[in-house]
């Protein structure tokens, strides 16, 4: 049987995918969307708690971590959450902006995987589902996909089949081999947005599991003030998701435990309630079973009326600096998205088109740019979706 012909292949139908189809396609391209899964956009049927934080309002290049920090301006620039606003809303689908800028649906991530399936079919995108890419190869300025029992060819392809988190979904390191096939370099990835595992000294936190709170959370020169919690592995919460991009092995996490209290609190508890406890004065501002361990670490027995100055302002730099020493992460198994990817070297940043590979394309998880928690990524995948769509 001959090869089908397209103008365009896209592989991975998740959301950089479905954006660059439905973008292609109504420029008149003929675009096959392929995907091994048996459903497109499985990633974003589980996102934001099943109702899928589709952007943030707060989108901006310094909140996306890759080795070239100034790629991603471009494709952001011209595709911005406002232009991803306008589309649902011409869907007709409610939203809510729940913190920090992140924008949810009011019902179902499903809303945002039809919406995107609409534009594809008005576009005249092909999409097919459920068999596996087993090889793609290249010739004379033509792609050759094998899809199942199937060969289909175009003259440009993207990948878009993004990275190896959530592996239970189907995600794998598909991408990165496609890429060094063509001779792009990959930047080592590591699992990002993702809760850290505490060992040695750090174990008795384990025993706080299902505790949250307030906190600033650092790593590195990244610090971010949002919920910590704590797991019965170790740290989770969105301030730890976050830092956990930034954070290396062997690195310490530092955490503020009480961000929102003013210098010197401890002592100015000493005067105003010399008869309290460190465990009451920590009990006041935190909850119980945390404040008793931090109280038990410190070691700061009896009342503060009897304890000097100097043990209660050490006491109180440790707690607004406490120190984990992480022995990892909990992996791609956990991780929400993926840091590094595609090397953003061997890509154009208006196109995203391979310097080396003329017509061949990457977007969304896929490249070496990773956005905070909170929309940014599917931001990310709109905005690189949309640039390639343009000129494929």
Known sequence: MPAAEFDAIVLGAGAAGLMCAAVAGARGRRVLLLDHADEVGKKILISGGGRCNFTNVNTAPDRFI????HFAKSALARYTPADFIALVERHGIAYHEKTLGQLFCDGSAKQIVAMLL???AKAGADVRTGQPVSEVTHAD???IVRFGDQDFTAP????ATGGPSIPKMGATGFAYDLARQFGLKVVEPRPALVPLTLGGGDVLFRELSGIAAPVEARAGKASFREAALFTHRGLSGPAILQV???WRHGEPVTIDLLPDAPQGWLIEAKRSRPRATLRGALGALLPDRLAETLAERLALPGELGALTDRKLADAEARLAGWI????GTEGFAKAE???GGISTASLSSQTMMAKTVPNLY???EAVDVTGWLGGYNFQWAWASGHAAGQVI
């Open 118 to 120: 609409e534009e594809a």
């Open 324 to 327: 984990f020493r992480p022995n």
């Open 244 to 246: 956990s991009s930034y």
């Open 66 to 69: 890759s080795a070239n920090p």
């Open 141 to 143: 300025g033509t792609f």
């Open 337 to 339: 998205v993926t840091v």
């Open 362 to 364: 990457a977007v969304g």
């Open 156 to 159: 440009a392809l993207v990948i």
